[in-house]
């Protein structure tokens, strides 16, 4: 499995998302924001940190980056996309997921350890796929524009079509997401994007290593 | 608020809908000078 890690001007979690990909067992490498080729990758991930400078908004500009071109086509082939934090915001301005992202309901950045709770999704399981979901992981948040938003009846078909793939456990939403969104899929399920940092909790030095499970759920989509 | 001199001000519209604003969060108007 190869990983393509985009990296635009104001990225900065790109080179841990390198390591996550690596220890999830796949081979990893950046695509830099004007490189319009992914060619031989399998799996894109779109990192957190300020592309663009959050100019306009978060993920406003780098929509229009030649790599998100290329990306839109990888996702329209039904390959795996995973977009963290700024790759979330930048992922739902492309329209390639759904909703927005809003500014944190306290109106402040949040920079905190807290639990997930990983909802059920056939399409996204591959490793782990006999491992219970309703699983709790704990990975680290760290946002100023990370309040989930969307239509209620768009928060009622993403319900009924299974594409919540995240919440924020009980007490852990940190930004005022709607129905404690954390996460979500597109309809087909192959692009999924959430706020908190799963490539920060990989390492047991850190803490953590729940968040290789979401980089294993996306390689099931390949298989 | 965004102030720009625009070649076609007719593509405003398309301008606000594509990139200076996101219509699914945010309304916008616009006003000539």
Redesign the interface.
Known sequence: MIWGVLQFPGSCDERDALYACSAAGGEARLVWHEDRDLGGIDAVVVPGGFSYGDY??AG?IAR?SAAMEAVAEHAAAGKPVLGICNGFQVLC?AGLLP??L?RNENMRFVCRQLELIEEKREQLSGPGADEPFNARLSVPAKHGEGRY??PEETLDALEANGQVAYRYAPGNNPNGSARDVAGVTNEAGNVLGLMPHPEHAVDPLTGSTDGLRVFQRLEGVLR | MVELEADDPERLAELCEKLLANPLIEDYEIQSL
Do not use: N, P, V
């Open positions: 306009l908004r406003a229009f301005e909703g927005a809003l938003w969307a």
